[in-house]
């Protein structure tokens, strides 16, 4: 839906263990865009956020580093929350969201380097 770009901060008080995410170029539902920002939800509280993509020259795509802010302490019974993303795209001038997700962290959304990985579902 189309808005102005949002100014997601973490949630106060999230000061535990992090899961690092990277979120590439293929993982996103539409061009990316130096001014774009994406921000992870748990429980619809803002858990990280991740400002300006960098383009990684290894690898030759864009990404976001998205460190997400208490996944741990948020699982039921061993379970991982379900994360929601937030994508705005500077170019759409729109927010996307995804379906919320069970993810334990440290892997990539998009591709790997065999081509393979976790696409989000957009909204």
Same mark, same amino acid.
Do not use: H
């Given at each position: 839906? $189309? #808005? @102005?770009?949002?100014?997601?901060?973490?949630?106060?008080?999230?000061?535990?263990?992090?899961?690092?995410?990277?979120?590439?170029? %293929?993982?996103?539902? #539409?061009? /990316?865009?130096?001014?774009?920002? /994406?921000?992870?939800?748990?429980n619809? $509280? #803002?858990?990280?956020?991740? /400002?300006q993509?960098?383009?990684?020259?290894?690898e030759?795509?864009w990404?976001?580093?998205?460190?997400?802010?208490g996944?741990?302490a948020?699982?039921n019974?061993?379970?991982?929350?379900?994360v @929601?993303?937030?994508y !705005?795209?500077?170019?759409?001038r729109?927010? !996307?969201?995804?379906?919320?997700?069970? %993810?334990?962290?440290?892997?990539?959304?998009?591709?790997?380097?065999?081509?393979?990985? !976790?696409?989000?579902?957009? $909204?």
């Amino acid at each position: 839906f $189309k #808005c @102005e770009r949002p100014e997601w901060t973490v949630a106060d008080g999230i000061t535990f263990d992090n899961m690092p995410v990277i979120i590439d170029e %293929y993982a996103l539902p #539409c061009a /990316i865009d130096r001014n774009d920002i /994406i921000a992870g939800f748990i429980n619809g $509280k #803002c858990r990280g956020v991740a /400002i300006q993509p960098r383009y990684d020259e290894g690898e030759g795509y864009w990404r976001f580093n998205l460190p997400i802010y208490g996944v741990a302490a948020d699982g039921n019974s061993g379970n991982a929350p379900k994360v @929601e993303l937030r994508y !705005y795209s500077a170019l759409q001038r729109g927010m !996307y969201v995804s379906e919320p997700f069970a %993810y334990s962290g440290g892997s990539i959304l998009g591709r790997n380097l065999k081509g393979q990985g !976790y696409r989000p579902v957009w $909204k």
